[in-house]
């Protein structure tokens, strides 16, 4: 391997590090604020507060309805995880199996969700929902975020399911599989760690998915952040430790989702089993 030592090379790597540490250390310095800020009594033109407490933490749970508004968050998080699971890998591997007119065409809408701002068709689609009634229920939020995730299982889960031989199948059919057999022993192991992958970013999207859930959501069905935008920028006047104490919680969450699933899963098992496809 021949590396470039030139002026102008080593310049450009020197750019590049400095842009990636400014990057760095202004998100860590954000978060740093957020999190004093949310243990602080007063914190006005200094340094450092004047003194920490916790009392913003339970002001914030009870203030917010955070036990409810955390429950409400992970039954939805459940329920797009296992829907998106369930009708992504049927759908990717009809699509990976079989060759029919028009399935270009269908896979360029399945990712169109994908490709353009939630935004753009959130406010058809919430039309649409609160025409149904379905608007401002458990099952309107889940369907509003089942939108974009379901094309993403389908386009994680296609290069997995053409990787493995289709004499596979027919070999497990020759000895008699039926096809819940042949699922559940043979495809699944050998799709797992795709289907986990696929899940893990499907879990952490759902997390943050704003703007679906906010066109959708009612009073009992606000996920976490779509209570914490109303917690900033609803009427009344609420103390900013309290705001911030519940932000920091809603980081805290995600970090343990995002923890627990990365010991189940490596997300880069997506690269790798792409690039392992054999050629047709």
Same mark, same amino acid.
């Given at each position: ?92 591997? %009809?699509? !990976? #199996?079989?060759?029919? +007119?028009?399935?270009?065409? =269908?896979?360029?809408?399945? $990712? *169109? /969700? &994908?490709?353009? @701002? ?51 199948? %027919?070999? !497990? #059919?020759?000895?008699? +599989?039926?096809?819940?057999? =042949?699922?559940?022993?043979? $495809? *699944? /192991? &050998?799709?797992? @760690? ?63 989702? =995002? ?22």
């Amino acid at each position: 391997m021949i590396r470039d030592t030139t002026l102008g090379s080593k310049l450009w790597a020197a750019a590049i590090w400095f842009l990636v540490g400014f990057f760095v250390i202004n998100l860590f310095a954000m978060i740093a604020t957020v999190v004093t800020s949310s243990f602080a009594t007063r914190w006005l033109g200094t340094w450092l507060p004047v003194g920490f407490t916790t009392r913003w933490y339970s002001s914030a749970w009870s203030e917010f309805q955070l036990w409810d508004v955390l429950l409400v968050t992970f039954q939805v998080i459940a329920a797009v995880v296992f829907v998106s699971g369930a009708l992504g890998v049927t759908a990717a591997y %009809a699509l !990976a #199996r079989r060759e029919f +007119a028009g399935k270009r065409l =269908l896979i360029l809408l399945f $990712l *169109l /969700p &994908l490709m353009i @701002p939630p935004i753009t068709f959130g406010i058809p689609l919430a039309t649409v929902l609160y025409q149904t009634g379905l608007a401002g229920t458990f099952w309107g939020v889940v369907a509003a975020n089942l939108v974009p995730t379901v094309p993403f299982v389908i386009l994680v889960m296609i290069p997995f399911i053409e990787q493995i031989d289709p004499k596979i199948e %027919a070999a !497990a #059919r020759v000895f008699g +599989a039926n096809t819940f057999k =042949l699922f559940i022993h043979v $495809l *699944l /192991p &050998l799709l797992l @760690p795709g289907i986990l992958a696929a899940l893990l970013l499907v879990l952490v999207r759902t997390i943050a998915m704003f703007e679906l859930t906010f066109l959708v959501a009612g009073p009992t069905s606000q996920t976490l952040v779509v209570a914490l935008y109303y917690a900033v920028f609803a009427a009344g006047v609420r103390a900013v430790q309290s705001i911030d104490a519940m932000a920091v919680i809603y980081m805290v969450t995600t970090l343990v989702w =995002l923890i627990i699933a990365l010991r189940f899963v490596n997300p880069t098992q997506i690269v790798t089993r792409a690039k392992q496809q054999p050629a047709h």
